[in-house]
C-alpha cells in the first residue's frame, strides 16, 4: 500500500483507469447481470481487466465494486467479504506503485425527506462496504457518480467511521447541476468543508460538455480536482451501446483539464485501455501546477442548491432571525406540540426579505429539542433552498440537526464553555458544518476587545488541536448593550478588524442587543450596521423584514465596492421613495418582498409544497360549494404545471418538484372521489417500468409521482423487468403509453427488445424512453416514440402521446 496524501501533494499528475462494464463483457459478464457477482465467480477476469489498465499507465485502479452497498447486493450477501475480495483482487493485479482505489457507487436511495432513507441509515450501509474495502488493501475511498450531496456527504461520514483512509469524492451533473439541484460550487464548497482529500466530476457528459464543471473547480478549490469523463455520449449501433470518441480525440480533449489545474484524470463510460494508453502518453510531458482559485471563498455555508459565501469579498449575508421562540408565544406553543407551520411562515417570509441564510432555534419549554431541531430542518429542506443556521445551546439537539441535514450548515455555537469545544468542535468538523465561535469563558462578560481577541485566541488553538480547519471558524464579535456599557460596540469594530487582518477569519454579530433599552432601536442597530459594515464585518444576525436595515445593507455593499455598477442596489430600489414618517424606506425591491407572486392561495399552496394547507383551502373551498373539477383545472393543475416551469428554469430543483408533487398528490387523492361522482373522463392508462437488469428505479419513481399529478393511471412495474412482462402489463391494462427508464449503458439496449416485441405482436403501443445515459438521438435509433430528458418533460411527452390526455 501507498500513501495516497503524498502523492496528491507532488507535482506528478495521476492517471486512473477507465470503464469497467465493457471490459469484463469480453471476458464472460451478461448484460444487467451484476459485476460484482460476476466477479466472485471469475477473479482471473477482474485481475486481467486491472491488469489491462495498469499495462496501459493507470497509476490508480479502482476496485469492482461500484454497485457493491447492501441496497444494490441479494440479500443475504456478505457485504463486507465481496468487497474485501474485490479490494484483494485489485491489490494483487495493482503490483508496485500503483495505487489502488475502493468504489462506492450510489445507493438508489434518497435521504429523507427526499427518500424513506436517513443518513445514518446509509452511512452504516457505506461502512459496512468500506470495512471490507480497507480491509482488501485500499489505499483510498472514491465516490463516483453520485448525484445528492447527502449521499456523498454519507459516503464520507461512513469512511471516517471505519477507516483512516483519504476520500475522493466524484459527482455528476445534468447540466449546471446534480439531479437534486447541486451546481459545481455548491458541492464543491460542501467538499472542501468536509475535508475531502481529493474532488471530481465523472460520468454523464464528455470532455467538451463537463468542460464547464473543470472551470468552477478550478476557480473554486484549492482542493486537488479529478475529472473522468465518458468518450462521448452512447449511441446505439447494430444492437450495442457504442460511445463515438476514439481514443485519441478523448486524450487530446481530456487532457486539456491540465491547464485548470486538474490533478488527476481518467475516463468514465466507454473508455478502455486503450482510451487511458492515449490519455497518459498526452499527459507525459506535463506535470500539475496549482491554479489561481479567485472564486474561492473564505468560508462557505451550503444547503442541497446553494452557497452563501462569508468574507473575502462577499456580500454581507443577513442571517434571518425570525425562526426563534423567545417572545413569540404563538410560536413557541406549536414546537411544543412538533408543529412547524408559524416557522415555515417565518422562514418564507425572511426568505422574501432578503436574508441569505435562515436561523432556527426551538429552544422553548417543553420543547424537546433532540427531536424538534432536525424535524424542522427537515421540514424546511423541503421548502426552502436557503442553508440553515442550527442554534441551539443542547449539544445533542445540534447534532442531530446536523445528521438531518444534507449540507453543510451553520451551527451557532461553539464557546469557552468546559467541554463544549472538545464535544461540539470534532462533530462540526466531520461534517464539515461551519460554526460561529463566541468569545465567551466563564461567567464574566468581555467587555474589552482585549478581553474577546485572548479568548478568541485561546479557543483557535483548541480547535487547531482538534484538527479544526480556519474554514469552518465564523467569529461573533459579541454586541453588548451600549446603554450599560459604553465601549461595546467600538469594542466589536477592533474585533471585527483584528480577525479580518490578523486571522484572515470572517465576524458575524446578532444586531438587536447593542440597542437594548434605548429608544428608537432602530436608529441605532442601523448605524451600528453601517460601522461593522466598514469595519469588514461579513454577516449579521438581523430581522431582514427591518426596511431601514435592508436599506442601509443595499447601499453599504455599493460603497464597499461590491455591488458591481449597482446592479442589486437599483434593482431593488429604483422606486424607493422617503416616507412621511420620519424617513423610514419604502423599497421596491428585496427588503418589501412577496412571496404571493399573483397566484390564489391553493395554487401558490401546491406551487410551495404545503400539503396540510393545500388540504384546509381544498376542504374550505368545497365546504363554499367549489366544484371539485374546477379546483383540479383551475388551481391544483395549473400549480403543478408552474412548478414545471420553475423546475426547467433551475429556479426549483429536486426537492422543491417532490414537495409541490406530494401537495398536489394530496389534493388530488381528496378531490378523486367526488371526481368520480361528477362522472368525470376516464384517466389514460401509462405502464412504467426499469428495463430487465437494471435496479435503479429512482428517475422512474419520480416520474411516476408526476404523471399521476396531472391525471394519467400509472401502472408501475418496479424495476429489472423483462420486455415480455411489459407487454403484457400493456395489453392487460390497456396502456395508453409505455415509460421505460434505464440508468446504466449496459441495460438501455434492453429498451428496444419492449419496442421490437410490440411491433412483433402488431401492437400501437407508443413507447417513451428517458434515462441519466438515454438520449435522443438512442430513442430514434430504437423506434421510441419519444424521449424525457427529466421528470417534467416526460409529463409532456406522455401527454402529447397519450392525446392530450
Not at 457518480?145 to 451533473?173: G, N, W, Y
Not at 436595515?549 to 449597482?566: F, K
Not at 442589486?568 to 424606506?585: E, L, Q
Request: with cysteine; glycine share 12%.
Amino acid at each position: 500500500m501507498g500513501d495516497f496524501r503524498k502523492a496528491l501533494a507532488d507535482d506528478t499528475l495521476l492517471l486512473f483507469d477507465g470503464a469497467m462494464g465493457t471490459l469484463l463483457q469480453g471476458r464472460g459478464l451478461s448484460a444487467g447481470q451484476s459485476p460484482e457477482l460476476f466477479g466472485l465467480t471469475n477473479p482471473d477476469a477482474i485481475i486481467g481487466a486491472h491488469r489491462d489498465y495498469v499495462q496501459a499507465g493507470s497509476r490508480v485502479i479502482t476496485t469492482n465494486t461500484f454497485g457493491g452497498s447492501r441496497y444494490k447486493l441479494p440479500a443475504g450477501t456478505d457485504v463486507a467479504g465481496l468487497n474485501r475480495e474485490m479490494a484483494r483482487l485489485a491489490r494483487q493485479a495493482a503490483g508496485p506503485g500503483v495505487f489502488v482505489a475502493g468504489s462506492v457507487g450510489p445507493t438508489g436511495h434518497f435521504v429523507a425527506p427526499l427518500g424513506k432513507a436517513s443518513l445514518r441509515d446509509l452511512v452504516e450501509a457505506f461502512a459496512e462496504q468500506i470495512r471490507g474495502l480497507a480491509e482488501g488493501g485500499c489505499d483510498l475511498i472514491i465516490g463516483e457518480t453520485h448525484f445528492d450531496l447527502a449521499e456523498a456527504k454519507a459516503v464520507i461520514l461512513a469512511c471516517r467511521q471505519v477507516c483512516s483512509l483519504p476520500v475522493a469524492m466524484c459527482m455528476t451533473f445534468e447540466g449546471a447541476a446534480s439531479l437534486t439541484g447541486s451546481s459545481p460550487e455548491v458541492f464543491a464548497d460542501a467538499m472542501e468543508n468536509l475535508g475531502v482529500a481529493l474532488i471530481g466530476v465523472n460520468c454523464g457528459q464528455g470532455p467538451d460538455d463537463m468542460r464547464l464543471v473543470g472551470e468552477a473547480f478550478s476557480r473554486r478549490l484549492k482542493t486537488p480536482f479529478f475529472v473522468k469523463p465518458n468518450a462521448g455520449m452512447p449511441r446505439l449501433e447494430n444492437g450495442r451501446t457504442v460511445f463515438p470518441m476514439g481514443p485519441d480525440e478523448f486524450a487530446e480533449k481530456t487532457a486539456r483539464f491540465v491547464d485548470l489545474g486538474a490533478k488527476a484524470l481518467s475516463g468514465c463510460c466507454g473508455t478502455t485501455p486503450a482510451h487511458i494508453a492515449a490519455l497518459g502518453a498526452a499527459l507525459a510531458p506535463r506535470s500539475w501546477k496549482r491554479v489561481d482559485t479567485p472564486d474561492r471563498p473564505v468560508l462557505a455555508v451550503t444547503s442541497r442548491s446553494m452557497v452563501v459565501p462569508i468574507g473575502g469579498g462577499a456580500p454581507l449575508a443577513v442571517i434571518g432571525e425570525r425562526i426563534n421562540p423567545t417572545g413569540k408565544a404563538e410560536l413557541a406553543a406549536e414546537l411544543a406540540a412538533g408543529e412547524f407551520a408559524k416557522a415555515l411562515h417565518f422562514a418564507e417570509e425572511q426568505t422574501a426579505a432578503g436574508a441569505h441564510i435562515l436561523d432556527v432555534n426551538v429552544g422553548a419549554p417543553m420543547v424537546d429539542e433532540t427531536a424538534v431541531l432536525p424535524g424542522l430542518a427537515l421540514e424546511l429542506v423541503k421548502r426552502q433552498q436557503l442553508p440553515l443556521c442550527l442554534d441551539s445551546n443542547n449539544i445533542d439537539a445540534l447534532t442531530a440537526g446536523l445528521w438531518a441535514y444534507p449540507g453543510t450548515p451553520l451551527v451557532n455555537s461553539i464557546s469557552g464553555e468546559p467541554g463544549r469545544m472538545e464535544r461540539l468542535g470534532p462533530v462540526c468538523r466531520d461534517h464539515g458544518a461551519p460554526f460561529i465561535l463566541l468569545p465567551l469563558k466563564g461567567r464574566k462578560l468581555p467587555v474589552s476587545a482585549a478581553e474577546r481577541l485572548a479568548i478568541i485566541e485561546e479557543l483557535l488553538l483548541q480547535a487547531e488541536a482538534l484538527g479544526i480547519p480556519r474554514r469552518l471558524i465564523l467569529v461573533d464579535a459579541l454586541a453588548l448593550t451600549v446603554s450599560s456599557k459604553p465601549e461595546a460596540a467600538l469594542a466589536c469594530l477592533e474585533v471585527i478588524r483584528t480577525c479580518r487582518d490578523k486571522w484572515g477569519l470572517p465576524t458575524v454579530l446578532g444586531l438587536s442587543n447593542i440597542s437594548f433599552g434605548l429608544p428608537g432601536r432602530e436608529l441605532v442597530n442601523s448605524a451600528f450596521f453601517a460601522m461593522c459594515l466598514g469595519a469588514g464585518m461579513a454577516a449579521a444576525i438581523a430581522n431582514p423584514n427591518v426596511p431601514r436595515l435592508m436599506e442601509t445593507l443595499a447601499a453599504g455593499e455599493v460603497l464597499m465596492g461590491r455591488d458591481p455598477q449597482a446592479g442589486r442596489y437599483i434593482a431593488g430600489y429604483a422606486g424607493w421613495k422617503p416616507s412621511s414618517g420620519g424617513g423610514n424606506g419604502s423599497p421596491s425591491g428585496p427588503a418589501s418582498g412577496g412571496a404571493d407572486d399573483g397566484q390564489s392561495p391553493l395554487r401558490r399552496a401546491v406551487v410551495y409544497g404545503r400539503r396540510e394547507e393545500v388540504l384546509e383551502r381544498i376542504e374550505k373551498a368545497l365546504a363554499e360549494g367549489a366544484d371539485a373539477a374546477t379546483l383540479l383545472g383551475e388551481e391544483l393543475i395549473p400549480g403543478i404545471m408552474s412548478v414545471g416551469e420553475r423546475y426547467e428554469r433551475k429556479e426549483f430543483y429536486l426537492p422543491q418538484l417532490l414537495a409541490a408533487a406530494e401537495a398536489m398528490r394530496a389534493g388530488f387523492t381528496r378531490l378523486e372521489p367526488l371526481l368520480t361522482e361528477a362522472g368525470a373522463a376516464a384517466k389514460a392508462r401509462i405502464v412504467m417500468a426499469t428495463v430487465e437488469g437494471d435496479i435503479h428505479d429512482i428517475g422512474k419513481n419520480i416520474v411516476c409521482l408526476m404523471l399521476k399529478n396531472h391525471g394519467f393511471e400509472v401502472i408501475d412495474l418496479g424495476k429489472d423487468v423483462p420486455a415480455a412482462r411489459i407487454v403484457e402489463a400493456a395489453e392487460e391494462h390497456k396502456a395508453a403509453v409505455i415509460g421505460l427508464s434505464a440508468l446504466m449503458t449496459t441495460t438501455m439496449v434492453r429498451m428496444e427488445d419492449t419496442v421490437r416485441l410490440l411491433r412483433d405482436k402488431g401492437l400501437a403501443i407508443p413507447v417513451m424512453v428517458g434515462g441519466a445515459v438515454v438520449t435522443e438521438a438512442f430513442a430514434k435509433s430504437i423506434g421510441a416514440a419519444a424521449y424525457a430528458a427529466d421528470a417534467v418533460d416526460a409529463v409532456r411527452q406522455a401527454k402529447a402521446l397519450a392525446g392530450g390526455a
